[in-house]
């Protein structure tokens, strides 16, 4: 199985390829990246490109894959709708067009948030934007794609947020993450990493997963 992720320096980028990196059945790890990367692995391989949204001049490279995991993610905080939507949506898009056609039977995998609005109509703009990119992707023709919702995520082995306050908040709240675990809206990034390379490999039957469901495949996952 050959894997092409994008986000890898990200938090749930980093958790993906650690699954990816571990699982035998992955031969192959390409990650697009602005900027070079510390990982060095048998199996990885990372192209730098400037414009991450324009494949043109690595097609060659990636042509054959069985899957895409595109795991970036960027906070609306502060953000027009339109600087929002060029990042989140436009250039997701600009993005899937080309690696379907480079592999018409590739799956991907898109991660959004809880609470992504697939009617595009409600008031939060991050939510309108993200089910757009969502139900544009669905329309696609690639041989599956699967939607994540995730609520909230707990770091493990190691990964790390970008984002300085979640860091904050991740160290203030460790001691209660045995409880949190048990909840149906937390998910571990060791549970979060292998359902997405599960959905990568076998894929499920639905197309949107919220919180409950992505917590009832990760431990059904484990059991196996």
């Known amino acids: 199985m050959k894997v092409i992720v994008y986000g890898v320096t990200g938090m749930i980028g980093q958790l993906a390829l650690r699954e990816c990196?571990?699982?035998?059945?992955?031969?192959?790890?390409i990650a697009i990246v602005r900027k070079s990367t510390n990982n060095k692995h048998p199996k990885y391989q990372e192209f730098v490109l400037s414009d991450i949204s324009d494949l043109s001049s690595i097609q060659g490279n990636v042509t054959g894959f069985d899957a895409c995991l595109y795991l970036i993610g960027v906070s609306s905080s502060g953000m027009s709708e339109a600087d929002y939507t060029r990042i989140t949506?436009?250039?997701t898009i600009k993005n899937a067009k080309q690696l379907v056609e480079f592999n018409p039977n590739m799956k991907i995998i898109y991660v959004?948030?809880?609470g992504a609005?697939?009617?595009e109509q409600g008031?939060?703009?991050w939510a309108r934007v993200e089910g757009k990119t969502e139900n544009t992707l669905l329309s696609m023709p690639f041989k599956a794609a699967y939607m994540l919702r995730p609520a909230a995520i707990l770091p493990m082995h190691g990964v790390r947020s970008k984002t300085a306050q979640y860091r904050i908040l991740?160290?203030?709240?460790k001691p209660i993450n045995p409880l949190l675990k048990r909840m149906k809206s937390v998910l571990t990034s060791e549970q979060l990493g292998q359902l997405i390379l599960?959905?990568?490999?076998?894929?499920?039957t639905k197309?949107?997963?919220e919180k409950e469901k992505l917590k009832e495949l990760a431990l059904s996952i484990q059991k196996k």
Do not use: C, F, R, W
Request: no cysteine.
């Open 21 to 29: 990196l571990l699982d035998p059945e992955v031969e192959k790890v």
């Open 89 to 91: 949506y436009e250039m």
């Open 112 to 114: 959004s948030g809880m």
């Open 117 to 119: 609005d697939s009617t």
């Open 123 to 125: 008031k939060e703009m």
């Open 170 to 173: 991740y160290n203030i709240i």
């Open 198 to 204: 599960h959905l990568a490999k076998s894929g499920t």
């Open 207 to 209: 197309e949107v997963l």
